[in-house]
């Protein structure tokens, strides 16, 4: 796999956000959704969502740039940086010692389980390794990981409504969100990712919940500002509210001011647990457009209360 920062477009001191920024713009342009016709821009996709998946990881980060991984966050070879004069005993060189060893730690070294590594298993003497190691076969690498980022709308999110992804090998499957999602949610699909001789990797979905015009999310509750009349103000009386299921009727009490909240069980996201938020309707008493007729009704009368009593002015 390339060196991921050359892959996103970026220098090595770049920050979090010049990260996010980069894979951004390239998942994009190179989204299979986009590029139907371009196989290339499924595999250049995939790798730049790999090399995202790395460098967003600050600790992956940090040992890529130590040099402890490589790009595709495996451990590098354990001699890198030692030279080329290293070999076992014979073809000129000398052989190795103990001082060869330090900064490995303070724990002791196999070396059998090292070179088992190196020279892939059976050596040509007494089929073990040419050091006396047992044999070790490296499991088959699995294929990458693919990421995803899901947008979800509100309501869709509340109610937990089945969602249409599109991965990238271009087929569609429809995703159940789980309980309890909230924005940023990661998901993980077994065997949807790139192909490898270890098997397919996964697909890594990361949920979006979009903003609602009307509706606010607080906590696992619902937030909804309602208008009502004047009239129903004073008068009280039952009044249509939208919900993330659907609206209902909802009773206002005579002389109801505004601010007033208002509690509707069970209308809210989902828990983990399963059960549901509520929603919480904060009353706005609207004037009408034409006040004419209603100054008419008020003509000669005053309210002598003092609203503002409380606030000590």
Same mark, same amino acid.
């Given at each position: 796999?390339a060196d991921p920062y050359t892959t996103l477009g970026i220098a090595r001191g770049a920050s979090e956000q010049d990260i996010k920024s980069?894979?951004?713009?390239?998942?994009?342009?190179?989204?299979?959704?986009?590029?139907?016709?371009?196989?290339?821009?499924?595999?250049? !996709?995939?790798?730049?969502?790999?090399?995202?998946?790395? /460098?967003?990881?600050?600790?992956?980060?940090?040992?890529?740039?130590?040099?402890?991984?490589?790009?595709?966050?495996?451990?590098?070879?354990?001699?890198?940086?030692? &030279?080329?004069?290293?070999?076992?005993?014979?073809?000129? $060189?000398? *052989? !190795?010692?103990?001082?060869?060893? $330090?900064?490995? #730690?303070?724990?002791?070294?196999?070396?059998?389980?090292? !070179?088992? +590594?190196?020279? +892939?298993?059976?050596?040509?003497?007494?089929?073990?390794?040419?050091?006396?190691?047992?044999?070790?076969?490296?499991?088959?690498?699995? +294929?990458?990981d693919i990421a995803y980022k899901l947008r979800v709308p509100f309501i869709d999110a509340a109610t937990l409504k089945d969602q249409r992804?599109?991965?990238?090998?271009?087929? @569609?499957?429809?995703?159940?969100?789980?309980?309890?999602?909230?924005?940023?949610?990661?998901?993980?699909?077994? &065997?949807?990712?790139?192909?490898?001789?270890?098997?397919? #990797? =996964? +697909? /890594?979905?990361?949920?979006?919940? =979009?903003?609602?015009?009307?509706?606010?999310?607080?906590?696992?509750?619902?937030?909804?500002?309602?208008?009502?009349?004047?009239?129903?103000?004073?008068?009280?009386?039952?009044?249509? %509210?939208?919900?993330?299921?659907?609206? %209902?009727?909802? @009773?206002?009490?005579?002389? @109801?001011?505004? *601010?007033?909240? /208002?509690?509707?069980?069970?209308?809210? !996201?989902?828990?983990?647990? &399963?059960?549901?938020?509520?929603? /919480?309707?904060?009353?706005?008493?609207?004037?009408?457009?034409?006040?004419?007729?209603?100054?008419?009704?008020?003509?000669?009368?005053? =309210?002598?209360?003092d609203p503002r009593a409380g606030l000590g002015v």
């Open positions: 796999m980069a894979y951004r713009k390239l998942a994009k342009e190179l989204h299979p959704d986009r590029n139907k016709d371009n196989p290339k821009a499924a595999e250049r !996709f995939s790798q730049v969502t790999n090399a995202y998946d790395l /460098l967003s990881d600050k600790d992956k980060r940090a040992r890529f740039d130590r040099g402890e991984i490589d790009a595709d966050g495996n451990p590098a070879n354990p001699f890198a940086g030692m &030279g080329g004069g290293f070999r076992p005993n014979g073809g000129g $060189q000398r *052989g !190795f010692r103990a001082e060869d060893f $330090q900064g490995f #730690g303070t724990e002791d070294v196999d070396l059998g389980d090292i !070179f088992e +590594g190196l020279f +892939g298993g059976r050596g040509g003497r007494g089929g073990g390794s040419p050091f006396g190691g047992g044999q070790q076969r490296r499991q088959p690498q699995k +294929g990458a992804i599109t991965l990238a090998d271009g087929k @569609t499957i429809d995703l159940k969100l789980p309980k309890g999602v909230e924005d940023g949610t990661q998901m993980r699909l077994k &065997g949807k990712g790139q192909h490898g001789p270890g098997g397919a #990797g =996964d +697909g /890594l979905v990361t949920i979006a919940i =979009d903003k609602h015009k009307a509706y606010k999310r607080e906590g696992d509750d619902v937030r909804l500002d309602l208008p009502i009349t004047l009239d129903e103000a004073v008068n009280g009386g039952k009044v249509r %509210v939208p919900t993330v299921d659907g609206p %209902v009727m909802m @009773t206002i009490k005579p002389g @109801t001011n505004g *601010g007033t909240v /208002l509690r509707l069980k069970g209308k809210g !996201f989902t828990r983990k647990n &399963g059960t549901r938020g509520d929603q /919480l309707v904060t009353l706005e008493i609207q004037l009408p457009g034409d006040l004419g007729e209603l100054a008419k009704r008020l003509e000669g009368w005053k =309210d002598e209360s």
